[in-house]
């Protein structure tokens, strides 16, 4: 019972773990430039099919197509924001809404285009590898995508908290006017930022490639998981995307065993409506003036 | 001046669209009357979007709830067709009037009033793939038509059939809207759009019309539904309360133009003959994923070169009133 409990909650923390860091792409974004992106989970879909690619033609891990997918993920942020996205941060919420969804649905379709609608799955060794401590069975593909994301999530926090550009994004989001009066080179940052942005959701989909089956139409899914998780824990809150990210996957893997799988998200769903209407401003979100 | 021109636009519109039946053919006809069914749930959601400035991204839980209203009613209690619409209507009410207190009630705006909109309609979806009387997720299925099935009492038939009867639906829908937002309800939905404090401020009870407009929009949704079940012969949970039906009800306001009375009509005749032609490529090259790369390019043109939609300027041209 508790041998089965235990090993329930741990897969779900650990998959949660790449939640979070699918989420603090999100929030990173709301954060600074105070736009939603609707189109996160293609983003995710597309790193899914970088790491698909890379362990189909070299049958590397998911730990070396992470890094491949966060490059070109921030490349094709910085270009988004730097073509399209910067001239619609001062547009209504509905206009920044379309633009996204015009870019989620291109994706979508321009990935059932190339790979057809056939699910795509990995199958490696490490697939069946799993580490044990105690009664506790850590399997090892999860595990290693867990501790990448952690990484990853640390040092994205670590970088906008402590580096000079990091801070500067933080001093533009805070005050535009006075960002630019000082010399911030504001689209380059909101470039850069969309770009660290997208490269989390790249990241976070090389490293899920292995436990889920890759087609073009997940990211919708994606998408609402992030957004659930980043209301829940607080919009524009690395921590609050950290756990937020954590409650989730253990909500859902918890869930899955003691209801059925196909339930799993009618938690999530439950506990969006209960923040949105309690709480919105999340666990870890400040009430905005 | 410009309201007799607006209102002689849609009575010559109506007399020409009833004439059509002559000239074409079946096919023609169907698709015509799946552009009537998206252009009268484009102005139902329009109303709520476009007049009264709440932004809702869960519309498929009321086209859902209305569908499987009809489906349920025709498939298990066997009574009229005729009954379900209004049973339809008000399932679609009932539950956009809830959606709208909760999420009003609660002041919540903006993004937060799209994701609960997205999550209640994601709930539904889940709970109806679990609802085995409704069929769950094998589907919910209308009986077979008989062949001395007389299209009147059942509210099914050939392709003329529904044409007709889905430009009385667009014809009724539309009308009722134009006198919604040209009465006083259709002024504060507008105030509370362009300034929600400042309304309250001058004693625009802002909460009790904006429930109103959330209600209305989802009762005409649910009615919408409805016809699609009708015409659709099956339902599937993931098909109706998708998100992807979300979507796809509000691209025809988006690109026609929000918050005007011929945006819909026009955004859904652009967007259904691009997206039969994207099937066709589609099945001669055996690829999918084309309508959705018209729809993501078509919108992507909207935002970037006509972020009013494209009947404001084509309205300016023809010198006809587009209020907004």
Known sequence: MLEFYGNVVVGGLLLGAVYALLATGLTVIFGVMRMVNFAHGEMVVVGMYVGYGVWAFTGASALVAAPIAAVVLFA????????????????????????????????????????GPDPRGIQSAVSFEVYQLGFIRFDAVRTQAAVASLLLVGALWAWFRFSLTGMAIEAAAENRVGGQAIGIRIPHLFALTAGLGFACAGAAGALVAPMFDVQPYLGGEFTLVAFIIVIVGGLASVPGALVGGLLIGLAEALAATVVSPSMKSLFSYGLLVLVILLRPQGIFGKVEG | MLEIRSARLAVVLLAVLCAVPLVVDD???????????????????????????????GHALHFG??????????????????????????TGAVLGALVGALGFRFAVRGVYFALLTI?????ARILVEHWTFAGGNGGLFLPALTPDNQP??????????????????????????ALLVRGRIGYYWRAVREDEDAARAIGVPATRVKVLAAALSAGFTGVCGAWYALIQGSLFPDSVFGMRMSIDLIIAPIIGGLGTLFGPILGAIVIHPLNELAKDIAQEFSISGLKLIVYGALLLMIVLFAPQGVWPPLARWLRIGGRK
């Open chain 2, 119 to 123: 999550a209640f309609a994601e709930l």
């Open chain 2, 27 to 57: 096919f023609v006809l169907s698709v015509l009357a799946l552009v009537f069914l998206f252009a009268s749930v484009g102005q139902a959601w329009n109303l709520m979007m476009g007049y009264a400035g709440q932004l809702s991204l």
């Open chain 2, 152 to 177: 009147l009492l059942s509210l099914r038939g050939g392709a003329a059939f529904f044409y007709y009867a889905l430009l009385a639906t667009l014809a009724l829908i539309w009308l009722a809207c």
């Open chain 2, 65 to 90: 709830a209305g569908a499987y209203a009809m489906g349920l009613l025709v498939n298990k209690l066997a009574v009229s067709a005729w009954f379900g619409l209004p049973v339809a209507f008000a």
């Open chain 1, 76 to 115: 094709l942020g910085y270009l988004f924001q730097r073509v399209l996205g910067n001239r619609f941060v001062e547009a209504p919420q509905h206009m920044q809404f379309i633009l996204y969804i015009a870019i989620a649905l291109m994706i979508t379709g321009l990935h059932a285009v190339f790979f």
